[in-house]
């Protein structure tokens, strides 16, 4: 479920985010809590060998492993690498926000351009309305965990009422080795048509509307798939991961507390943690995390969108809306501002 | 209330910017003055302590603390990560500014296509922009705090002339458990239909056309929606402000002036008041407030979008666009080109 | 007036960009030159206190003073900072160019969709592309400082012949307390309807034809002043220039030529021009001419928008268009190619 | 084919992303497998020359230049620029993706707007659709060598059944010098102009509703053309190329570990195997690798788009939406909310 | 014309992008040896004077000014201001491509919906299809060096059948001081409005669709000539320009071999031949090339776009597609997937 806490940052006020950084759900620590102790139980690890374990030549050789390491740390580039990287993440997520398929011009349509009152008109504009929430579902199960997980087979989309029976069976029989969620569309255009023919839709004007929205519809679901099916390319994620974890894994040795005494440069203190890089720790890799959970917004989440929810608002607003609601017109009254 | 200086900036003058500097509402000094106390009142008590309070090995170790803080604090990709982040703030920004619905389109429209001068076809037109203007002030009360508190039930909706009393009964009759600010539109359409019917509305083509720009109307609405229902991932806020933060805290101690007597690199100098450091606190924690402010445009921040004028001004002029000006017609007369 | 070098540009020749280098209108030259003159007549006098005035003692301090300062000049983030803020602000800029209102899309539709060649039909034409000439007039009034400082009464519209005296008189006494620029439109689209009942316009195809393109008018008209009235928000302007502000001061103290003899870091060579840092307020300041001179493209600079020409031009033009060439045609003839 | 790993990413788990590097295909390790052991290579012979070969002098001769080397590689600004350029890339690729042409907004249409479920109803709808794929074929060829390596000639083309014989007697004895992928959308326009005339479409707007969506087709598939035809300008994929091998050239002798003995600054150790530089090695390789096979999506590579695929989907899906499913429709029944 | 090499790159193979290093015809090296030899010419004549003419003296000092140019040559922000900029240039070239004017589009429309096969028919569509060419020539040759060499004036585009005699005397005699290249389009919406009146274009939904369609060609018209009219600001083309020749001036003094034998920190080795310093300049003279080159794509460079071949094909396309083709179609056969 997405995690909203734009209320809370309303008003740029006195240290306004640090607010935020005292929530659990959705934050930084929740999602890094295992990796960081991970890092600091290495980190203590590596620390406790060479303090009590190592010889002094030992000791000797790993202090300039130490300060090698430290060097070359700095000269991985991750925070350009991740900023080029989550900037792309970012653009991807919220166009998969952004083309998220909702039901509701299409209701408006359907609701005020297929005509009639009587039971065939209702039961019309419902299987209108429910082919369009099928192919939403189609898509969705098809991207998203969360999703799949309610509607493991077409026997549960059957039960849970977005496709009869008799439908699932012409679906099944259709002859394609390819995916086939566009079938319900073709039933869509079908239906409409036949509709126009019976006057229940009044003129091509009319028709063509319902079928541009329609087409606007597929062009969200099909762009949902076309995010899921190619992602940022392996390589791109590899790099990143890789220039992560290096920086990490040479932190680990090259920001060791050096013996004070042996005078090297930058470490004439001891302070046992390693309060910064600990820090560089939850920057770096809290950026990377924003990566991760947004790499694909259809999981499970705490910032992940709320399909199932989607699907279950937009099937019963739909079906609200084209068929109770149908033609019903509170009574027009003169405004308070008339004259 | 935006804050608009574009024209102290129409022209490119001798050190323009300038004058800018000395604003303070809106300004960087009123956003952050409290800040600067609070980080100019730590940096003086750490400093009076360390001149007057510590002995001589405690200097000796803070000394090597603050060295060790300076070059930490270096290190903290504050510039990068603050650059990324607020660029993906701006453009957010100013796509909820661009999305603010405005029924300018529609009521010129309504006003062209929806025919009669007589009591009834005034009642219509201004009930179908009574619809639009409903809808947007449901999504801003959703949306903007300030909003909110004007309109803090629906009582107050009605009250102030948005809604009839008739229209919230069934308004609120409806059984859904979901939003239910799309419910004017489908009675907009439903009316739309209906003056087609009557013949107020001549053909499908005007009919369509009208019902497209609902439809537009419609997703302006749902896509401010969408930005404050799902915003910026929590974690990168709080990447980036953690950022920002350990830096100020780092510089706390780092940039401390040290005794010029001990000869450490770069202290050679006992300036009491640390300047650029203060100046940089301007930058970093400014540019903080740049993403504190923007992040959610509708709060009440001086540079926040000023929803309630925006509603009052669109209610206001889309009725009286609708009917008093209604085929209102200059008389035509020959301009002094003419010829 | 813009300046426009794109002939120059054509071809990427032997140091091809260097010949750019040597123009005044629009130059960095222009705009920099009393910038310029102040900061090099201030490190000038603090060059010759130092050298001539202070005592030893004090040439001392300065130097140390002068040494933090360059320290810390070189830590100010004045590169990313602008390059964020510039590309912001060129974002802006041209979206505002790309939304200048041009009335050509709607005087062919004018031409061809309102018939009717005698005076009435003339008259008609002539008033429709009036109307919408007029509105582009009152957002650039209330947009270009140059267009208000030609009209700056309501009376300056009228003489020129963008409002007739009826129309006038209508305008002031419509009610509203908010701008009025979309009052225009409002007849533009009553005087349509009208010419649809009249059959000037034959159906409502046309006539939505029209009404679209106009709309599609009125979107740029009040996205150009959106952009206007909320402008990129003070406080990134005030950090950016602060920023810039903060290096040059640094500059001046921390780059000049201390005593070689004393042996400081870097400071072997006396040169007594600092070449280098003259470029580098160049090279920034520059970058900060940029903004500041495209952050509002709708005032006199050299590099701005010519907006009082495209006002004549767009009236001039369409004028013609839907009028003296409605309905001309040369006479048709097999061309060269014809078999 | 795409390398589609999105459900593998669904959650943001414990060190989420390392899974993604036990990857093999699509791989950074399959791409630059063959780079990194002739770079492996060549620095262990340059190794095994200084340790070995080279005398005294010769050594410390050596050991000057690759500290020289060293100091260079750092400044060459590979991070950036192989950030902006890859950002352009991927843009590039990403709109790619976004145009490949789908021909199933226009089979929707063809199917509700092309009536009669007669023999030439049939032929008719088939054709339509078969002058739709045979378009973007065209397209396919000429961008993508895979498709060309399938259909070398027209007669492949033929033979597949994307065009009959008759129709490639007409396409070839078109006169004209230029490509002809646009002559079977002339052919459509023809044919369902001749099909309205018949009756079999409906009105003009039935009609213009298809002409509009087969421009849009037309778009995508001369985008992609373009796309093909105007690359990135050569010199800028040459000077990331020469950056990044440049810098790998620097890097294998300034990276070489020197004797320890002789106290150079950072040489205190000697670790045989550069572990840091062959990491560099791949962060960079791999990122200028992303470009190389992003920058033509419409190769063999293993995350290329998979076009031969499309092309018999697009056909497969398409005619039997056309033919099998015009107007078949499931029996309406009530669905399970029904009351 | 432009150097397309997608098919040198549609794989990712062993060090795929080296064989681009070998090119000629658009590269680097064909744009920027003149430069490069001016580069080393003086990197030559400077070294020669340090080493064979100076006296001890001059020398002592020429290496302190070495050492001053060095220090200041890392620090102009060369890379930045570059990536910035280049990434501006790139993104209005390729807009500038994306808005060529092609006349498929409307060419399709004409063809299907303008009938007739006799000759007046055939003279309406011809003359329709060459007024659109006449717009997209004009401004061509207001943008376009090329095209504006090959038609210098109107007597050269009568000359090539873009228009009659006729019609160009009527174009003279406008009197208007603004540029005319949009009466070819008043002239196409009287001749199509004539055409529909007579009987040629069916209905108000046909004559719309060729409205819309030649007012999407006029936009990308005048989108051109925008992209001609307002470029970049001169400002910043010169801060970057002078940021890069202050760089290589910079260098061509600071990266100068210095006597070794002096000790000069990073000195300690003469190779004669700067060959990092030459690789830079190949790096950031080539990418300010890149940007020469897009800036103004219809020059003559080796990569900009063919305009004339444009124009040809434009016409010959266009003609044949709505007068040989108009209403010709294949025989419909029974594909081969028929049942």
Known sequence: MTVTYSSKVANATFFGFHRLLL???????????????????????????????????????FEKLSIY??????????????????????????NQFVNLPWPDRLMFLISSSVHGS?????????????????????????VSTAVYKRFPTMDHVVEAGFMTAD??????????????????????????????????????VDLQSLMT??????????????YDWVGIPLVYTQVVTLAVYTFFFACLIGRQFLDPTKGYAGHDLDLYIPIFTLLQFFFYAGWLKVAEQLINPFGEDDDDFETNWCIDRNLQVSLLAVDEMHMSLP??????YWD
């Open 23 to 61: 929530k659990w759900r959705g934050s930084i620590y929740k999602l890094l809590y295992r990796e960081f102790i991970v890092f600091a139980v290495l980190y203590t690890a590596i620390s406790l060998v060479y303090r009590l374990l190592l010889t002094g030549a030992q000791k000797r050789y």
């Open 69 to 94: 390491c430290d060097r070359y740390a700095e000269q991985i580039p991750v925070t350009f690498v991740l900023g080029f990287y989550v900037t792309l993440v970012v653009n991807r997520w919220w």
């Open 118 to 142: 009587d039971q065939h008109g209702r039961l019309l504009r419902r299987t209108l309305m429910r082919y369009v929430n099928l192919t939403s579902l189609l898509i969705f199960r098809a």
């Open 167 to 204: 439908e699932r069976k012409i679906f099944d029989h259709l002859k394609s080795p390819h995916l086939k969620y566009w079938v319900p569309f073709i039933w869509f255009g079908n239906l409409a048509t036949k509709a126009r023919d019976e006057g229940r839709i009044r003129d091509s």
């Open 213 to 226: 929205e329609m087409n606007r519809y597929r062009s969200w679901c099909s762009l949902l798939f076309g």
């Open 331 to 336: 009574k027009m009254k003169k405004d308070i």
